[in-house]
């Protein structure tokens, strides 16, 4: 069975920095792209970033591009994401998911709230 | 960056009734598009991918069809645990992007 558990979500203020985790189960890692989306409270769901199977290629959409990183450690079958000079906009639930072009498979969601 | 407008943003339908939500996409997605079930409190689940490919354990009463721009998912003898939001998503381009969502509720 596919499992994906993040971690390392909480409080944080402003233009500081927090690293996301997720530890996958389940399926051969380092075959798979990885992927984090993100939902702010009572909205959307917005792609974040996406990592290729050896980590040697990164996508991002413009609003998070220069300020979050995804990495993976396929020794551990995990991902990251480190999200660094933090807005109040970037407040929302992050997903770890698992890219075919569409996500088949989605973490429970780990939260994220920037503020003073 | 390629627009998803989903439609309608809600909905109220009876059980037993057949529900349609549309998704039309600015340009030609060339049927590079999924359909995700979002219930309270939980992660998305895929429904639907390439425009109508039911994903495994999904039940048969969801499907997708459409092409080019235009794209929807009919839900056929609605049940009470299909209550939910749905989304649809393109990935024909990077940034991937969703629709804003249909809030599906009981009448």
């Known amino acids: 069975e596919v499992q994906l558990v993040e971690s390392g979500g909480g409080l944080v203020q402003p233009g500081r920095s927090l690293k996301l985790s997720c530890a996958a189960s389940?399926?051969?890692?380092?075959?798979?792209?990885m992927a984090w989306v993100r939902q702010a409270p009572k909205k959307g769901l917005e792609w974040v970033a996406t990592i290729s199977t050896s980590g040697s290629r990164t996508y991002y959409p413009d609003s998070v591009k220069g300020r979050f990183t995804i990495s993976r450690d396929n020794a551990k079958s995990s991902l990251y994401l480190q999200m660094n000079s933090l807005k109040s906009e970037d407040t929302a639930t992050y997903y770890c998911?698992?890219?075919?072009?569409?996500?088949?498979?989605w973490g429970q969601g780990v939260m994220v709230t920037v503020s003073s | 960056d390629i627009r998803m407008t989903q439609s309608p943003a809600s909905l109220s339908a009876s059980l037993g009734e057949t529900v349609n939500i549309e998704c039309l996409a600015s340009e030609d997605i060339y049927s590079d598009l999924a359909w995700y079930q979002q219930k309270p409190g939980k992660s998305p689940q895929l429904l639907i991918y390439n425009a109508n490919s039911l994903q495994n354990g999904v039940p048969s009463r969801f499907s997708g069809s459409g092409s080019g721009t235009q794209y929807s998912l009919k839900i056929n003898s609605l049940q009470s645990e299909d209550v939910a939001t749905y989304f649809c998503?393109?990935?024909?381009?990077?940034?991937?992007?969703f629709g804003a969502g249909t809030k599906l509720e009981l009448k």
């Open positions: 389940g399926f051969t890692f380092s075959n798979y792209y």
């Open positions: 998503q393109q990935y024909n381009n990077y940034p991937n992007t």
């Open positions: 998911a698992r890219p075919l072009g569409h996500f088949d498979y």
